[in-house]
Structure formats: structure tokens, C-alpha cells
């Protein structure tokens, strides 16, 4: 099988996005992570869940996080309001690479392994050409579980 028949649709975000907006998508989708993408459609980046619920938690928090239990639940449920006016930009980590791409032609093994070198939830499938990188769709570690242990049966 290969990544272009692994490829589905899936929700992408612009990196202005607002944050709160790609929070509740996420959470109303149950999604691991949202693809970010240039004005082009072409991905830039990904946003993991636990990166949006890292920028929640207060930095004193992470810090020390003996803090969580003194924080009434007054307080906790405000939590979100740390990505009123912030853009998804704000939230990628500083440390994020670029996402990884698989080209149509690779293999569900390729895929996989690219998926695991870079401990990424999902994997975009995209062709390149001179005009720019065009998107195909995206491969879920959860969808390719399914279709790799489907062909076990």
C-alpha cells in the first residue's frame, strides 16, 4: 500500500489562525494534532495536542508542578483563556521542525518508519513539483495501525 492510498482529509490550520478556534477543533474532533499549512496549502508544521495544553499551564506550573494542587478549580477552569488572541504560530514549540512529508509513491513501511524517526502523530502526504508542495491528504498513526493490522487478517 502506498501513502497516496493511506492518505485521508484531515483538518489543517494556518499558522494566523486563532489558537482557541484550532483548540476547539481539536477538542471537538478529537484530534492528536492539526496540520499547519502556508497560505499555499503547503504544511509548515505540526501542532500536537500536548503542545496547546502546554501553553495552558502556567510556566510556574511546569516549573514546579507541586503548584498544580494549590490551584483552586476556579482558577483551572480559566485555563484557555491563555489562547485568547494568540495565532497557532504562537503556540508551535520553538523546537518543531518541519513536518514530516511522504511522497505518494512511498510505502506503508516508509511511512511508518517516518512517522517513528520523528515521534509525529501524523504524517503528511504531499507531491512537489517546481509550482510548490501540493497537499494529498495525511496518514494518522491510528490509521495506519488500522490498515497494517487489517492486512494481517
Same mark, same amino acid.
Given at each position: 500500500?502506498?501513502?497516496? $492510498?493511506?492518505?485521508?482529509?484531515?483538518?489543517?490550520?494556518?499558522?494566523?489562525?486563532?489558537? !482557541?478556534?484550532?483548540?476547539? /477543533?481539536?477538542?471537538? @474532533?478529537?484530534? %492528536?494534532?492539526? /496540520?499547519?499549512? $502556508?497560505?499555499?496549502?503547503? %504544511?509548515? &508544521?505540526?501542532?500536537?495536542?500536548?503542545?496547546?495544553?502546554?501553553? !495552558?499551564?502556567?510556566?510556574?506550573?511546569?516549573?514546579? %508542578?507541586? /503548584?498544580?494542587?494549590?490551584?483552586?478549580?476556579?482558577?483551572? $477552569?480559566?485555563?484557555?483563556?491563555?489562547?485568547? +488572541?494568540?495565532?497557532?504560530?504562537?503556540?508551535?514549540?520553538?523546537?518543531? +521542525?518541519?513536518?514530516?512529508?511522504?511522497?505518494? $509513491?512511498?510505502?506503508?513501511?516508509?511511512?511508518?518508519?517516518?512517522?517513528?524517526?520523528?515521534?509525529? %502523530?501524523?504524517?503528511?502526504?504531499?507531491?512537489?513539483?517546481? &509550482?510548490?508542495?501540493?497537499?494529498? +491528504?495525511?496518514?494518522?498513526?491510528?490509521?495506519?495501525?488500522? @490498515? /497494517?493490522?487489517?492486512?494481517?487478517?
Amino acid at each position: 500500500m502506498r501513502a497516496r $492510498d493511506l492518505a485521508v482529509e484531515y483538518e489543517t490550520v494556518g499558522v494566523d489562525s486563532e489558537a !482557541l478556534a484550532a483548540a476547539r /477543533l481539536m477538542a471537538d @474532533q478529537k484530534l %492528536p494534532a492539526l /496540520l499547519v499549512v $502556508d497560505a499555499a496549502g503547503a %504544511p509548515v &508544521a505540526i501542532l500536537p495536542a500536548s503542545q496547546l495544553v502546554k501553553v !495552558l499551564v502556567p510556566a510556574y506550573v511546569i516549573e514546579d %508542578p507541586t /503548584l498544580a494542587a494549590v490551584i483552586d478549580e476556579k482558577h483551572a $477552569d480559566r485555563l484557555c483563556q491563555a489562547l485568547v +488572541g494568540r495565532t497557532v504560530g504562537d503556540c508551535l514549540s520553538s523546537k518543531a +521542525g518541519p513536518p514530516p512529508i511522504a511522497a505518494p $509513491d512511498d510505502t506503508a513501511l516508509e511511512v511508518a518508519a517516518l512517522m517513528a524517526q520523528v515521534r509525529s %502523530p501524523l504524517v503528511a502526504v504531499a507531491e512537489k513539483d517546481r &509550482a510548490g508542495t501540493r497537499l494529498l +491528504g495525511v496518514v494518522t498513526a491510528s490509521h495506519l495501525l488500522h @490498515q /497494517l493490522l487489517s492486512a494481517q487478517t
